[in-house]
């Protein structure tokens, strides 16, 4: 008989620049707020994951969950750090979750956190292409930009997408970020700022991109048994789906989707047991604002074509039929690799407990959908209000 | 381009002595039936754009080389690679005929071939 796991606990640190904060500090600021809000004893948490891409070439720290476990004073618990590029955190988040339904423990620990700003642009960019298959697409000189450049040119073509479609997304997400007091770079812009802004990876431009963050997110996950009444509002875990997509570009049967994503979606309704229409609030995998529309009909919202409507009519804004990225999303609140699935988890929770500076009104079930590396990696989860 | 030049553009792939499966490469094993007897060919360079960008922040290592542009082609020989492609006309989009007209680093590059 398998446990249900809520969780019962979240911190985070604000995204962006955080100049004299290194990453242990960041996650241990996250894990300890998360640790207090859930009235756990610490010896009862059983499991630490951590998630993280690219510690070791940027900041020279490996080994983050054993020494972030230390700082916190846990046990002595299996401390393991997982990485999946930009999907690290979600898979943190599920391997946590499975240890508690699993019975290996009655309280897990999750912690995301990336420290990035303090390098070159350089390092950062050879660092992020360490997540691309460099035997084939590496040798090639894509970027990450890169391919979401040529999802946007084959969509355009395909579905008749418009420069205004996809400016509509940026200005909903940065607007969205301005609500959010932890997100990077909230900012309303105009479609003319946007469009005048320069090319990256045509017909990607500098506001269609996320920025470079640092930052931190946690998460206490426990069994029933352990929820306290009089703690933090619990909010269950109803799925958590984690799939692997095509290593390279080539192996993708299209550019304007990924299997990765549609495969978790489905496993993650399956195992939740709700319908698509049940959601009421979403945080997706905005890397780039062509991929806010590609996830969202990959996650089964919406016909194909149709994702690049929805920002411009406004559904997906808050208090549209579907909101998508109420915190910003990685455009605004910004991408601190590691961190992200987590801070996407952190926001939802906020939301079902009815708590977010940028409220989704009576929001039930909220998912989250974190891709990593060329769509190699990704996790679905679903969560729900804890009396829903 | 004559008739005679596009004949003798070729591209480098792996085939499956097994299976038959074609495959861009490199890789040790069949991605269909995971067989090691994978033999390098040569299948004709002719394909169709699938979609192209270009790199204006290249990766450390091609620096130098930017701005670049970088396509998906799908070879007539059924099989998609992911390649560069040069001096593209500013009308160019998905759909396009292209051929290999040489390598970089092992990668192909491609060039939009006239209408
Ligand atoms: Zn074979």
């Known amino acids: 008989m398998t446990q249900r796991v809520s969780i019962v606990g979240i911190g985070s640190t604000r995204f962006g620049p955080q100049p004299g904060k290194g990453i242990v500090q960041l996650a241990v600021e996250a ?74 423990c009655d309280a897990a620990l999750v912690v995301g956190a990336e420290k990035m700003t303090q390098a070159s642009t350089e390092m950062i960019t050879a660092a ?74 045509d017909p990607m431009r500098l506001f269609d991109c996320c920025p470079t963050s640092d930052g931190a997110a946690a998460l206490v996950l426990a069994a029933d048994e352990l929820i306290e009444t009089g703690g933090a509002v619990p909010v269950r875990v109803l799925a958590s789906a984690q799939t692997r997509g095509a290593a390279r570009i080539a192996g993708h049967s299209d550019l304007c989707s990924f299997d990765a994503t549609v495969a978790a979606a489905h496993l993650a309704f399956k195992e939740a047991g709700i319908d698509r229409s049940d959601i009421d609030v979403v945080e997706l995998h905005d890397c780039f604002s062509i991929a806010e529309i590609l996830d969202s009909e990959d996650l089964g919202f919406m016909p194909r074509g149709h994702g690049a409507h929805w920002a411009k009519e406004g559904r997906t804004a808050v208090g549209g039929d579907l909101p998508i990225n109420p915190s910003g999303g990685l455009l605004a609140k910004g991408h601190p690799v590691g961190a992200t699935g987590v801070g996407q988890i952190y926001e939802t929770v906020l939301q079902l407990r009815g708590d977010h500076q940028n409220l989704v009104k009576d929001a039930a079930f909220g998912l989250t959908h974190n891709l990593g590396g060329t769509g190699v990696a990704c996790t679905v989860n679903i969560l729900g209000r804890y009396d829903a | 381009m004559p008739k005679r030049e596009i ?109």
Not at chain 1, 45 to 67: C, D, H, K, R, W
Request: net charge negative; aromatic share 6%.
């Open chain 1, 31 to 104: 894990a300890e707020a998360a640790i207090r809000e859930s009235g756990i004893e610490r010896e009862r948490i059983g499991a630490l994951y951590f998630g993280n891409f690219i510690s070791g070439p940027l900041t020279g720290q490996e080994v983050l969950a054993g020494i972030v476990a230390d700082h916190l004073g846990l046990a002595n618990i299996p401390c393991t750090k997982v990485e999946g590029a930009c999907a690290s955190g979600g898979i943190a988040f599920r391997h946590a979750k499975l240890a508690v339904e699993s019975r290996q």
């Open chain 1, 128 to 201: 992020l292409n360490c997540a691309m298959d460099n035997l084939s697409d590496g040798v090639s000189g894509l970027t990450f930009p890169g391919l979401f450049g040529m999802a946007w040119r084959l969509y355009e073509q395909r579905y008749g997408l418009t420069r205004a479609q996809v400016s509509a997304v940026v200005r909903k997400n940065k607007a969205n970020g301005l609500l959010n007091p932890l997100a990077q770079m909230g900012r309303y812009l105009t479609d003319d700022e946007i469009e005048q802004s320069p090319f990256i990876c």
């Open chain 2, 7 to 115: 004949e003798d553009c070729q591209i480098n792939v792996l085939h499956c002595e097994n299976c038959g499966t074609l495959d861009p490469g490199p890789r040790s094993l069949c991605p269909k039936c995971h067989s090691a007897e994978l033999a390098e060919i040569a299948v004709p360079g002719a394909g169709t754009l699938l979609s192209w960008t270009t790199i204006r922040r290249p990766p450390t290592a091609f620096r130098e080389e930017g701005p670049y542009h970088i396509a998906v082609v799908d070879l007539d020989a059924k099989l998609r690679v992911t390649a560069r492609l040069t001096a593209p006309s500013p009308g160019i989009a998905p759909g396009a005929r292209v051929l290999c007209v040489g390598t970089r680093n092992d990668v192909p590059v491609f060039q939009e071939i006239d209408a």
